[in-house]
Antibody, heavy 121, light 113 residues
Framework: QVQLQESGPGLVKPSQTLSLTCTVS??????????WSWIRQPAGKGLEWIGR???????NYNPSLKSRVTISLDTSKNQFSLKLSSVTAADTAVYYC?????????????WGQGTLVTVSS | DIVMTQSPDSLAVSLGERATINCKSS????????????LTWYQQKPGQPPKLLIY???TRESGVPDRFSGSGSGTDFTLTISTLQAEDVAVYYC?????????FGGGTKVEIK
């Protein structure tokens, strides 16, 4: 069973860069069977897919965030990361990482518990 | 982008009664190559990440009670809880997996009447 755990600062100042890491166990980041995604959820609101990365390093980003988002892999640590630049209060949310077993029809079959990131000075 | 529209926003159902949630996509999520609908349903309880309930529009995830069922094809989909239990109180989301960006419906909050 795949397990994911988000980590990173819970407070980021406006205009700075939000950086989060997702540590994966039970599966290899290098596996060609998975996409690895980031999803966020503002308090009391719905879910927004931020983007995903494949083992090759290829990425897909939500066009609404594409100019500010970078997702990368660290295969040595079995982790993937999210960077979101020029943050504002609108980026305050719970950030989730999730796995997607390609071809299974089961996107986001496993999720991290989520980490709350607050953008405030 | 494919826009997912759920209805209603919330519903209150008596214990043991049926709950029905609708989801409409702005374009078809049916793949002609494999005849599968790239539509999933999630359940989210407070303080928890979403949990996958249904994929391929109608295939129940392992371990999900059979009172949960999904139906529909193309652009119109339904999640049905046949006999509502207290533990089913949650927000339910549909999501399309047909094309990036992957998009979610706005959610439907299910409560006990």
């Amino acid at each position: 069973q795949v397990q994911l755990q988000e980590s990173g600062p819970g407070l980021v100042k406006p205009s700075q860069t939000l950086s989060l890491t997702c540590t994966v166990s039970g599966a290899s980041i290098s596996s060609d069977s998975y996409y690895w995604s980031w999803i966020r959820q503002p308090a009391g609101k719905g879910l927004e897919w931020i983007g995903r990365i494949y083992t090759s390093g290829s990425t897909n980003y939500n066009p609404s965030l594409k100019s500010r988002v970078t997702i990368s892999l660290d295969t040595s640590k079995n982790q993937f990361s999210l960077k979101l630049s020029s943050v504002t209060a609108a980026d305050t949310a719970v950030y989730y990482c999730a796995s997607d077993l390609i071809g299974s029809g089961r996107p986001f079959d496993y999720w991290g518990q989520g980490t709350l990131v607050t953008v405030s000075s | 982008d494919i826009v997912m529209t759920q209805s209603p926003d919330s519903l209150a159902v008596s214990l043991g009664e049926r709950a029905t949630i609708n989801c409409k996509s702005s374009q078809s999520v049916l793949s002609t190559s494999n005849n599968k609908n790239y539509l999933t349903w999630y359940q989210q309880k407070p303080g928890q990440p979403p949990k996958l309930l249904i994929y391929w529009a109608s295939t129940r995830e392992s371990g999900v009670p059979d009172r949960f069922s999904g139906s529909g094809s193309g652009t119109d989909f339904t999640l049905t809880i046949s006999t509502l239990q207290a533990e089913d109180v949650a927000v339910y989301y549909c999501q399309q997996y047909y094309s990036a960006p992957l998009t979610f419906g706005g959610g439907t909050k299910v409560e006990i009447k």
